[in-house]
């Protein structure tokens, strides 16, 4: 079993940043098999950053040049550097870790960004 704890959300302003915190425990087999979804509502849940290949990352088109995200192996935990936050990115923030037989989610963190 996989538990993820996601933290670090809250109401921030447009222009500002948050960074988010996922700590995973459990049968982790790497950190780089985790990454960052979010859901608004009204909307599928989609991808945000994940890493790749060994450590490389991925970022979805919109978030790119903005988002960051990075992990620390040896807190079992990943980050997601949020910057530049507009409205749109509002949503519920998921961590997720790939699993070899099956995906864990956390219980995600609400992110609100408005003036």
């Known amino acids: 079993q996989v538990q993820l704890v996601e933290s670090g959300g809250g109401l921030v302003q447009p222009g500002g940043s948050l960074r988010l915190s996922c700590a995973a425990s459990?049968?982790?087999?790497?950190?780089?098999?985790m990454g960052w979804y979010r859901q608004a509502p009204g909307k599928q849940r989609e991808l945000v950053a994940t890493?790749?290949?060994?450590?490389?990352?991925n970022a979805e088109e919109s978030v790119k040049g903005r988002f960051t995200i990075s992990g620390d192996n040896a807190k079992n935990t990943v980050y997601l550097q949020m910057n530049s936050l507009k409205p749109e990115d509002t949503a519920v923030y998921y961590c997720?870790?790939?699993?070899?037989?099956?995906?864990?989610w956390g219980q995600g963190t609400q992110v609100t960004v408005s003036s």
């Open positions: 997720r870790y790939s699993g070899i037989v099956r995906a864990y």
């Open positions: 459990g049968r982790i087999v790497s950190i780089y098999r």
């Open positions: 890493f790749t290949i060994g450590s490389t990352t």
